[in-house]
């Protein structure tokens, strides 16, 4: 399927790919961090948030490069020069991070709706359905709307571009509008850009490079900018584009950090609720009505792109092909919808956390992420595959940092928060008949609808 855009379009014309990544990069859990780190550290980790863009534009700028100067699809190019078993791995490895993913936006879509449903129910002629089961309906009817979405577009690429734009726009201006509102110290937003000024680096912080630095999303880079049609002499596009997107995340990252920091400063926020609640005192019902119209914009354009990273990258890895004219990705971003559904459904019925799912996919994202990483990379400096345009010598070593970034991520996640839940189950501590209080077998609870 080619798209390619006229070389007589306005260079707003030739956008897409990046804002598509942007809208798959900013869903609830980045709100949720974004926030949580300005509630508490105030304005003082701003310069987190743009080193992590950073290093996000150098592999989205990579993915697009890759994209648009080779004739195939990445996983395929794996294939052809390490074999199969490479693509595989990475294949159903991003197709497990996209699952673990959208049980998130999944919830954030109910909880944007949760805010605005009458407690004691919804009534429907005669019958009074429950918050919770009004709830679950929605989730179930936009997980319908996303698949028929899948198979109901031939042309899947531009249809998703124009609802991805419109989204982007949303977020924006409803974000924006209470940041006016949070009238922010710019003084101090000022100084937060400069490194270790304030704030010290906890889980927080850690999350905040981690929902912003997205290696999956920059690996599916290349496969929107081929379907965008873009061709080699359109590479200066690709890379605008991603400079475009790139900075669209921090804005919007800044945006939610800057407006917790002024007016949400030492607040608990255990969700994306907690974070609407606080608002309302301060800014009354339009201003928590904007936040909730940003959240569902956030998690709707990240729950649907979010899917098709796991869907087409699995479905390429396998051999089935990895475009929206093949059948399979759209099966496989299917079954990615259809588990994410599943899992929010069982959290909203139960209010329990899938505890064990939940360290599961951090386990493949241990594992995951410098896999990724690192097969950008190499496809990237092929001459084989890149010819003259390779990889720059000054953009290896920023991407070859951004790798070793990863690394470390993914040690102190397995170190700090896999392991030690493994030996938890391994060795569960005794627990006495007298003792009445919740214990470690308790499951936790989700908050949310309670």
Do not use: H
Not at 251 to 272: E, K, P, W
């Amino acid at each position: 399927m080619s798209t390619a855009e006229p070389t007589t379009k306005k260079w707003y014309q030739r956008l897409g790919p990046g804002l598509i990544t942007a809208c798959v990069v900013i869903g609830p859990g980045s709100i949720l961090t974004s926030s949580k780190v300005g509630s508490t550290e105030g304005y003082g980790m701003s310069w987190v948030v743009v080193t992590a863009v950073c290093f996000m534009l150098i592999y989205m700028g990579l993915g697009a490069k890759l994209g648009v100067v080779s004739n195939d699809t990445p996983c395929n190019l794996i294939a052809n020069r390490a074999g199969r078993w490479l693509a595989v791995i990475i294949g159903i490895a991003v197709f497990f991070i996209s699952a673990s993913f959208q049980f998130g936006n999944n919830l954030g879509v109910a909880s944007a709706f949760q805010l605005y449903l009458p407690k004691d129910g919804v009534k429907l002629g005669e019958t009074v359905v429950s918050a919770k089961w009004a709830v679950m309906g929605l989730v179930v009817a936009f997980n319908t709307l996303s698949i028929s979405f899948l198979f109901l577009f031939k042309n899947l690429y531009k249809a998703i571009e124009r609802l991805m734009m419109m989204f982007v726009a949303v977020m924006l201006v409803a974000f924006a509008a209470n940041l006016i509102f949070a009238k922010p110290d710019l003084g101090g937003l000022a100084l937060g850009f400069l490194p270790g000024t304030r704030g010290e680096a906890d889980l927080s912080v850690l999350g905040l490079v981690g929902t912003t630095f997205v290696i999956t999303a920059g690996f599916f880079q290349a496969y929107l900018v081929q379907e965008k049609g873009w061709k080699k002499s359109e590479l200066r596009d690709g890379q605008v584009d991603a400079c475009v997107g790139s900075t669209i995340m921090a804005l919007i990252t800044l945006m939610l950090m800057t407006t917790a920091a002024a007016v949400l400063r030492g607040q608990d926020l255990g969700d994306v609720k907690d974070v609407a609640k606080g608002l309302e005192p301060l800014f009354g019902q339009k201003g928590q009505l904007l936040f909730c119209l940003g959240l569902f914009s956030a998690a709707y354009s990240s729950f649907l792109v979010n899917s098709m990273i796991g869907g087409f990258i699995l479905s390429d890895g396998l051999g089935l092909g990895g475009k929206p004219t093949d059948f399979w990705p759209r099966v496989m971003t299917t079954i990615v919808l259809l588990t994410g559904m599943g899992v929010a459904l069982f959290v909203v019925s139960t209010g329990i956390k899938p505890v064990p799912a939940i360290v599961a996919a951090q386990a493949v994202t241990v594992l995951a992420a410098p896999l990724i990483a690192g097969a950008l990379l190499w496809l990237t400096n092929r001459k084989d595959i890149m010819g003259e345009d390779r990889t720059e010598p000054v953009i290896n070593v920023f991407a070859g940092l951004g790798f070793v970034i990863l690394v470390a991520m993914s040690w102190y996640t397995a170190s700090e928060k896999v392991w030690p839940k493994i030996e938890e189950w391994r060795n569960p501590p005794a627990v006495t008949q007298s003792d009445n209080s919740p214990g470690q077998f308790e499951r936790p609870e989700f908050t949310a609808f309670k």
